[in-house]
Structures are given as C-alpha cells and as structure tokens.
Nanobody, 120 residues
Framework: QVQLVESGGGLVQAGGSLRLSCVAS????????MGWYRQPPGKERELVAA???????KYADSVKARFTISRDSAKNTAYLQMNSLTPEDTAVYYC??????????????WGQGTQVTVSP
C-alpha cells in the first residue's frame, strides 16, 4: 500500500514559481517510481514529470525547461519545482507512485490532488 499527500498548490501570478510536495507512506519510498500529472479544467489528464527509482526523469515537452522533479528519500517526499508559470499551467496536480520502480505507462497509486491557479 502507498499513501500520497500533496501540498504546495495555490494562486500565483504569471511568471512566478511554486514547489509542490508529495509525502509518501506505506511502502519503501526509494523503490517506487514517482510522477506528477495534471488535469486542466475541461481537459484530459496528462503526465507532467516522472522519476524512476534509479533517478531517471521524464518531462512533458511543454514543461521541460521550467519544471524539475526530484525526490528526498530521507523525508519520503517527492517535489515538483515549477518556474516561469503561465495560465496554461492552471490545473489540479496529482502525485502518483508505482511499485514497479521504472516509469510506467500508467501509475498505480494517486494522491488527492492540489490546485494550482496561475493568473495573467
């Protein structure tokens, strides 16, 4: 079992930054692949960034130059640093995890989501 709790969302002006956090519990954190998805209003859910148990990362092309995913095993926490935010980044952001360790096509475990709103 893996439980995930996101935090760090909120309202920010365009050009600003936010850092999302995801605290994981219930399994060995270091063995999990971790990821961040987002779902803009009225649109499909999409993968933003992911990191494997070995540290390999993957980013959506739209965020590659602006977002950074990382993990801190000592704190059982994954992060998403988001810089140069635009209104197109407005979405509910979800933390995800998978025990398989590698970045999967679809993650098994999901957090509750945290709202990120970027004003013009």
């Amino acid at each position: 079992q893996v439980q995930l709790v996101e935090s760090g969302g909120g309202l920010v002006q365009a050009g600003g930054s936010l850092r999302l956090s995801c605290v994981a519990s219930g399994s060995t954190f270091s063995s999990n692949a971790m990821g961040w998805y987002r779902q803009p209003p009225g649109k499909e859910r999409e993968l933003v960034a992911a990191i494997s148990s070995g540290g390999r990362t993957k980013y959506a092309d739209s965020v590659k130059a602006r977002f950074t995913i990382s993990r801190d095993s000592a704190k059982n926490t994954a992060y998403l640093q988001m810089n140069s935010l635009t209104p197109e980044d407005t979405a509910v952001y979800y933390c995800t995890a998978d025990r398989r360790g590698y970045i999967p096509l679809s993650f098994t475990y999901w957090g509750q989501g945290t709202q990120v709103t970027v004003s013009p």
